[in-house]
Each structure stands twice: as structure tokens, then as C-alpha cells.
């Protein structure tokens, strides 16, 4: 199985990269999301730590079963032939109604093949009340004309 853009990546393919992954997750289609990493793919999720797609789904499930109305937009910190390091935020709310916003970096690492072998993620989240959220687009795929991060001063 091929996942292009495959590496060595450049500024064009590492941004491609990372806009698929951020669709996907967007999606917040566990099964979806898994396919983009290896069937031995290790993680580490703040201070949770994950390997294989099977774990990888379950904890998809658990984090969007808290995570409600999750909204994410990620963007490229720098690459080198096949990692990409990029820089996310997301909001989502709890089941009591609490606003967050979710900043983070992740390393990734990719095979040949274009999926991901390696995933690390460090995540901090910030409550914010509702009027401060700043992603308001229906549930799934970011519009291509809504601002990235850099745009939206995060």
C-alpha cells in the first residue's frame, strides 16, 4: 500500500502531508485516520504511548468520545527527506461544555511507501470560552479559503 506524496518530501509534498492528515483527522474516522501509518506504527500522545493501528484506532475512539466538536488545523515546521515536524492546534469541547484549545507539535516519520512509522506528540491544552474560539467551520474538512495558523496569530 502507497500513501502519497511519498518521500524525500519538499516544502510543496511536506504541505500536501500535512493537509491530508489534517483532513483525515478532521474526519475524526478512527479506521480512516489508522490507514495513514504503519500496521507496526509506534506513537507517543503526551504521555501515552501506542503501537500498531488496532491501538492506534481504540485511542481514536477514546479521544473523540471526550473530545466533542473537535476542529484541528495543523501546519509545517520544516522537513527533511522523510520526517516532517509540524505545528497544531485544535478546539473541542467536553461534555460539560468547556471550550479548549489544544496546542502541539509532532514529529513524524514515514517508510517509503508514504505512511507514517513514527508519530510523537506534545500537546498542552488551554480552556477558552466560547466567544475566544476561532474555528467555526461545519464538523469535518477544513474550507480551503479558512485561515491556517499562522494567519489566525497561533
Do not use: C
Amino acid at each position: 500500500m502507497s500513501r502519497p506524496p511519498l518521500p524525500p518530501f519538499t516544502a510543496e509534498t511536506a504541505a500536501q502531508k500535512a493537509r491530508l492528515a489534517e483532513d483525515a483527522w478532521n474526519s475524526r474516522d478512527p479506521e480512516r485516520v489508522s490507514l495513514a501509518y504503519t500496521e507496526d506504527s509506534i506513537w507517543r500522545n503526551r504521555a501515552e504511548f501506542i503501537s500498531g493501528r488496532g491501538e492506534i484506532v481504540d485511542f481514536l475512539k477514546r479521544k473523540w468520545a471526550r473530545e466533542l466538536d473537535y476542529r484541528l488545523i495543523k501546519e509545517v515546521w520544516t522537513w527533511n527527506e522523510n520526517r516532517i515536524a509540524v505545528r497544531f492546534a485544535y478546539e473541542w469541547r467536553d461534555d460539560s461544555g468547556h471550550w479548549f484549545r489544544s496546542y502541539g507539535n509532532e514529529n513524524w516519520e514515514f517508510d517509503d511507501a508514504g505512511l507514517m512509522r513514527r508519530r510523537v506528540a506534545s500537546i498542552n491544552d488551554l480552556p477558552i470560552t466560547e466567544s475566544e474560539r476561532k474555528y467555526h467551520w461545519p464538523l469535518g474538512r477544513r474550507p480551503d479559503d479558512h485561515p491556517g495558523l499562522s494567519d489566525l496569530g497561533l
